[in-house]
T-cell receptor, first 112, second 113 residues
Framework: IAGITQAPTSQILAAGRRMTLRCTQDMRHNAMYWYRQDLGLGLRLIHY???????GKGEVPDGYSVSRANTDDFPLTLASAVPSQTSVYFC???????????FGEGSRLTVL | GENVEQHPSTLSVQEGDSAVIKCTYSDSASNYFPWYKQELGKRPQLIIDIRSNVGEKKDQRIAVTLNKTAKHFSLHITETQPEDSAVYFCAASRTGNTGKLIFGQGTTLQVKP
C-alpha cells in the first residue's frame, strides 16, 4: 500500500540520549517535512527537504538534524534529547510545488 | 518568515449550525492556503485548499474564502454533523521549490448532537 511510514510509533527516552525517528515514503515525492505537534501550538515545521540531497531549516530546528540521502527516506535525529522535545512528531511528503501533504501516523516521543 | 494566526482555538456548535474558522498570514508572497482536518488520534488530512487567483472555493458543505488584501482566509462548514468534530488547521505557503507549509495553531471543533 502506497504511503508514508514512521517508526517508532511511540518511544520513552532518557534525557541526553540520542534518538532517530525514521520516515519512509513510496510515493516518489520530491519534498519531505518533519513537524512537531504540541497542544495549543499546532504543527510547527522542524526541517524540510525539497529534493534528495538538500535540506532546510523550518520554524523550530534547534536540537534536531535531518538527512536526505535518497528520495524515500528522511530521518530526524535528536542528538541529545531534552524534556522540551517531548511531542508528537509527524513526517509528511508532497510534490514540493504546493499541493497536498501526506502525513505519516505520527511518532509520540516522551523525554524524561 | 511566514506567520499564521488562527482563531478561535475552540469552537462548539449545535448539529446543523454553521462553523467559521479564521486565519491571518503575514507573508504577502504566500499564494497557497490549505485546510487540514485531524480527527482524534489520527494524522492530519487535507480537506480543501485555495490558491491566490481565486477568492472562494466550495466543496459540498465546506467552503474557503480568501482576502489577499487583508491577508486573511476562512473556513466555512455548513449544516455541521457530529463527524465534523475534529481539530482543523489552516496553513500558508509560497509556490515553487520552497513549498513548506506553515500551520496555524489549530481549532478544536465540537459539534453537539
Amino acid at each position: 500500500i502506497a504511503g508514508i511510514t514512521q517508526a517508532p510509533t511511540s518511544q520513552i527516552l532518557a534525557a541526553g540520549r540520542r534518538m532517530t525517528l525514521r520516515c519512509t515514503q513510496d510515493m516518489r515525492h520530491n519534498a519531505m517535512y518533519w513537524y512537531r505537534q504540541d497542544l495549543g501550538l499546532g504543527l510547527r515545521l522542524i526541517h524540510y527537504s525539497n529534493t534528495a540531497g538538500t535540506t532546510g531549516k523550518g520554524e523550530v530546528p534547534d536540537g534536531y538534524s535531518v538527512s536526505r540521502a535518497n528520495t524515500d527516506d528522511f530521518p530526524l535525529t535528536l542528538a541529545s534529547a531534552v524534556p522540551s522535545q517531548t511531542s508528537v512528531y509527524f513526517c509528511a511528503s508532497g510534490t514540493g510545488n504546493t499541493g497536498e501533504l501526506f502525513f505519516g501516523e505520527g511518532s509520540r516521543l516522551t523525554v524524561l | 518568515g511566514e506567520n499564521v494566526e488562527q482563531h478561535p482555538s475552540t469552537l462548539s456548535v449545535q448539529e446543523g449550525d454553521s462553523a467559521v474558522i479564521k486565519c491571518t498570514y503575514s507573508d504577502s508572497a504566500s499564494n497557497y492556503f490549505p485546510w487540514y482536518k485531524q480527527e482524534l488520534g489520527k494524522r492530519p488530512q487535507l480537506i480543501i485548499d485555495i490558491r491566490s487567483n481565486v477568492g472562494e472555493k466550495k466543496d459540498q458543505r465546506i467552503a474557503v474564502t480568501l482576502n489577499k488584501t487583508a491577508k486573511h482566509f476562512s473556513l466555512h462548514i455548513t449544516e455541521t454533523q457530529p463527524e465534523d468534530s475534529a481539530v482543523y488547521f489552516c496553513a500558508a505557503s509560497r509556490t515553487g521549490n520552497t513549498g513548506k507549509l506553515i500551520f496555524g495553531q489549530g481549532t478544536t471543533l465540537q459539534v453537539k448532537p
